[in-house]
Every structure is written in structure tokens, then in C-alpha cells.
């Protein structure tokens, strides 16, 4: 028994095998102590802001759904009251819920302006009125007074309405589901928000006093429980209230849409806590038989894999690194396109400015294509040496424009990775092109220098021509056109370094970062 517990018996093989039984057998102890609670514990928290977030959803929805009804009911009453008013003009008969009447005339009555009134001011639910109309009438010192019931302005209303609704009770529907809960909406009084009673009234005379279910909701009753108007208007737009319906835990958020001098409107949900706590429950049951398989399987995969791991890694990087050199050759080859189609553009194009614009777009992908052509070319995909890249971008640029220009090229033995060449491809780019097409005009010896040094972490590019240098009404550093704004962008945001500008018997450009 005594060597059956001594390690140093076992071979190698067993050995490994046994730190991996002994690692999973840790591993899982620590999954079932520390990482279960607090995985019930986000999948409680999860469960309840994707509730959250659904309710959010559903109050923009219901905001749209009502400016939508308010903007048809406006339309279609503006409309019903112009057709009204042409009809009085001709006199053609009313419609049936129109009546008209004679009377006295009196300078404190506005002519030819619709005026509401309701049937009964003291009720919350204002939508029985009439629309009232007075004109100048052909009896003597008489008004014509038409009045209008409010349901003929609003006949399509119903229909849209009914429409929209629908929509609405499937967002409630949805949030059903996920909760097994409620969700409504209700008009509150506002007589009664600091009312300490119980919301919920069976009486349907008091509860139309209070409140009034929305006909957008697919509910009969509220289900608010004990709580009362001031508990709901005070925690409207926060977080759940916890209370208990019909014995049980219960959350309820209350969202408040809209109100005015009247009333609140009121997006309510209501969900049981018990539908968020059985993730608690399950979760264990799903993650422990899944754990046990992962253990016996992670145990025989993971001691044949580490004999070959080493030897995998090795080929996976050199597999990546054949992968990302074929990418940076078909990007290269992609550019080389891109710019072969650009240069047959240009060869249509009559016009000079187009054909000037084409032409610095060429080259500024020029730049790109040569960048990836030398990625491609490299050994060392995150060590490109600079000398060779700059000196064959500038070349390759003079080869367009002259050949007449003198180039010195004073560049350290420098490597970089893509994100600093690039950027400074670019730059050089610009300001060389500028140098061929503007310094040089009538210069018998132009001449062009570009420097690249590198001193404690540090670089510094210069570019400085003999040539008449930037024109004194231009700002470099707040210039609006394109090529001195690039130079400025790429300088301090790509690069985080500055740009200096001076001119000494010729334009000087020094980018350090």
C-alpha cells in the first residue's frame, strides 16, 4: 500500500495523468463552490434587465404609438372642421351629430373659431365634448351657432387606433413570456397620488374615479395589490418595487409615459419573483452533468494533447504567418487593381481637376500598395525596414513627375511594425508630391532631402526642399486643403507626435513622435 502512494514508482505518463485528474478534481470543487453561486446570481441579474430593457423598449413604443394617434386624430379633425365650415359657407346641410341655432349677437363671442366644450368638466375622463362654431348669421343681430358632437371629427380614428393597439399588446405579449408576468398601461388621477390607499378598486364606479385601464392593454384588472397611488407615482421611473400579490414575492415597475394637469399615464409591470429565481434551480442541474463529462473527457484529451502541444504551437504559428503573408499579397495585388482601374479613369476624364484628383488618389493608394508589397516580401512581418520603404516610395513618386530633381536620402538602418510606416508613408507621400508639383517652378538645380533618425525611443522625420516653399497666406497647421489637412491629421493623431513647419531657403517639414 506504502508504494502504491509514493510517486517517484509511477512513470512519467501516469504521473501527468494524475496531475490532470487531480488538477480537473480542483477545478471543479472550485466551479461548484465560488462559480455557481455567482453565475445564479448574474443569470437572476440577467434575467431581470432583460426584463428591464423590454420595458424600456415598450415605453418608447407606446410614446410612439400615442404621438401617432394624437398626429391622425389632430389631421383628421383639422379636416373634419374645414370640411364643416366650407359647408356652412355653402349652406349644405350638417352632419346628423351637427345641430344649428340662432343666437342673440355678443361681442364677447370670437366669429368663425371652433370652441370645446365638455358635457361635464368634473370628469376625469374628458372625451365626451362638442366642437362649437359661431358665424355672422343673415338674420339681423344674430349669430349662427353650429354644434358638433366630438365622434364625427375622429370616424377613422377607431380603425387606426385598433391597429396600433395591436401592435402594442404583441410587445405585451412578448414580455409575458419571458416573465410570466403583466404589463399594462392605466390613466391615474392626479387627485389621487397622494392617496395612501390601495390603487386596485373592485367598486367600477370609484375605480373610473381613479383610474382607467388603457384600452391599449389586454387586461381586465391592474394588479397592483396593496400598493397605492403614492407608493406608485413616488417610485415611477426607478427601480422595482418589491411587495407581495396574492401571497407571492412580486416586482413591479412603474413607468410613467406621459401626464398633464390631469393625469398620469402609467406603463405598469408586474412579475413574480419566483420566475427569476428558477434559473437559480436549473442552473445547477445544467452545468454539473456537462461538468463531470468535461472532467473525464478534459482528463484523456488534455494527456495526449500535451506530448504534441509544443510541437502544435510551432506549426499553427508558422501556419498563421504563411496565412497573413498570402493576405498582405492579395491585398497588395487588390490595390495594384484598384489602381490600374483608377489610371484607365483618368485616361477618360477630360477634365483637369478630376483628372488631378485621380491622380493623388493613385498615388496615396500607391503608398498602401507598396506598404503590403514589402509586408509580403519581409521575413519578419512586424519588422519592416524604413530606408528601403521610403527610398522606393520617393523614387517611384519622382519617377511620375521628373527626374531632373536631385534626392538625398539620409535614413537610419530603422525597423517599424504597420502602424508606423504606414502613417509615415503617407505623410511623405503628400509633402514629396507637393514638392514635385509646386517648390520647383523655374528651378535650374531642385534638390529634395528626406531624413529618418531614431534617439531614445523617439523619431524624427524631416523632408526639406530648395524649392520657393508654402505661400505666406497659407496656415500649415489650419489650412483647409486636403493634402496639408491629412499631414496634420495623420502627424498628431495617428502618430500622437507634432509637426514643425519652417522655411529655410526652401520648405522644411519636421514630424517627431
Known amino acids: 500500500m506504502s508504494k502504491l502512494l509514493k510517486i517517484t514508482n509511477y512513470s512519467l505518463n501516469i504521473k501527468i495523468f494524475l496531475s490532470f485528474f487531480l488538477l480537473g478534481l480542483l477545478l471543479l470543487t472550485i466551479l461548484f463552490l465560488l462559480i ?23 415605453k418608447e413604443q407606446v410614446l410612439l404609438a400615442g404621438k401617432s394617434i394624437q398626429m391622425q386624430s389632430k389631421l383628421e379633425i383639422s379636416e373634419t372642421k374645414h370640411k364643416i365650415e366650407l359647408d356652412i359657407v355653402k349652406n349644405k346641410p ?23 366644450k365638455y358635457k361635464d368638466d368634473n370628469n376625469f375622463n374628458k372625451r365626451d365634448y362638442h366642437n362649437i362654431f359661431y358665424t355672422q348669421s343673415s338674420k339681423k343681430s344674430m349669430l349662427s351657432k353650429i354644434s358638433c358632437h366630438s365622434s364625427i371629427f375622429n370616424k377613422n380614428h377607431s380603425t387606426f387606433e385598433k391597429d396600433i393597439k395591436q401592435n402594442i399588446q404583441k410587445s405585451f405579449a412578448l414580455t409575458s413570456q419571458i416573465h ?10 392626479k387627485k389621487y397620488q397622494n392617496d395612501n390607499t390601495p390603487l386596485y378598486e373592485e367598486n367600477e364606479i370609484e375605480r373610473k374615479q381613479k383610474y382607467i385601464i388603457s384600452n391599449i392593454s ?27 400579490l396574492n401571497n407571492k414575492d412580486t416586482l413591479t415597475w412603474v413607468n410613467i409615459i406621459n401626464q398633464n394637469d390631469r393625469y398620469y399615464f402609467i406603463l405598469i409591470t408586474t412579475a413574480y419573483q419566483e420566475n427569476f429565481d428558477k434559473y437559480k434551480d436549473s442552473i445547477f442541474w445544467k452545468i454539473f ?28 504559428i508558422e501556419e498563421k504567418e504563411i496565412l497573413l503573408k498570402e493576405i498582405h499579397h492579395r491585398v497588395k495585388n487588390n490595390l495594384a487593381l484598384t489602381i490600374s482601374l483608377i489610371k484607365l479613369q483618368q485616361h477618360k476624364v477630360e477634365d483637369t481637376n478630376t483628372k488631378k484628383i485621380l491622380k493623388d488618389i493613385q498615388e496615396r493608394i500607391y503608398t498602401m500598395e507598396l506598404l503590403h508589397r514589402k509586408l509580403y516580401e519581409s521575413k519578419n512581418l512586424n519588422h519592416i525596414l524604413v530606408k528601403d520603404y521610403i527610398e522606393n516610395l ?7 513627375y521628373t527626374n531632373k530633381v536631385k534626392i538625398n536620402f539620409n535614413i537610419d538602418e530603422i525597423y517599424c511594425n504597420i502602424e508606423t510606416v504606414l502613417p509615415c508613408a503617407l505623410i511623405v507621400n503628400e509633402i514629396v508630391t507637393n514638392s514635385f508639383k509646386y517648390a520647383f517652378l523655374n528651378h535650374t538645380k531642385p534638390t529634395l532631402s528626406i531624413k529618418v533618425t531614431k534617439n531614445n525611443n523617439r523619431y524624427e522625420l524631416c523632408i526639406k526642399d530648395n ?47
Request: aromatic share 10%; glycine share 4%; net charge positive.
Open 218 to 244: 389586454n387586461v381586465k384588472r391592474i394588479y397592483t395589490a396593496s400598493l397605492s397611488p403614492k407608493e406608485i407615482i413616488q417610485n415611477s421611473n426607478k427601480a422595482p418595487i418589491s411587495h407581495k
Open 467 to 513: 524649392g520657393i516653399g508654402v505661400p505666406s497666406h497659407i496656415d500649415v497647421y489650419k489650412t483647409k486643403t486636403l493634402g496639408l489637412k491629412l499631414i496634420n491629421s495623420i502627424a498628431k493623431q495617428q502618430l500622437k507626435g507634432e509637426l514643425i513647419y519652417k522655411y529655410d531657403k526652401g520648405a522644411v517639414f519636421i514630424i517627431r513622435f
Open 289 to 316: 452533468p456537462a461538468s463531470i463529462i468535461a472532467l473525464i473527457c478534459a482528463i484523456f484529451v488534455g494527456f495526449f494533447i500535451f506530448k504534441h502541444l509544443l510541437k502544435a504551437l510551432q506549426n499553427s
Open 94 to 116: 350638417l352632419p346628423k351629430m351637427c345641430q344649428k341655432v340662432y343666437i342673440p349677437y355678443s361681442d364677447t363671442i370670437i366669429l368663425n373659431t371652433w370652441e370645446k
Open 394 to 400: 520617393v523614387l517611384d513618386i519622382a519617377k511620375t
Open 180 to 189: 410570466k408576468g403583466t404589463s399594462y398601461l392605466i390613466w391615474l388621477n
Open 36 to 58: 455557481i453561486p455567482q453565475m445564479q446570481l448574474e443569470q437572476h441579474q440577467s434575467a431581470q434587465n432583460k426584463l428591464e430593457q423590454m420595458i424600456k423598449l415598450t
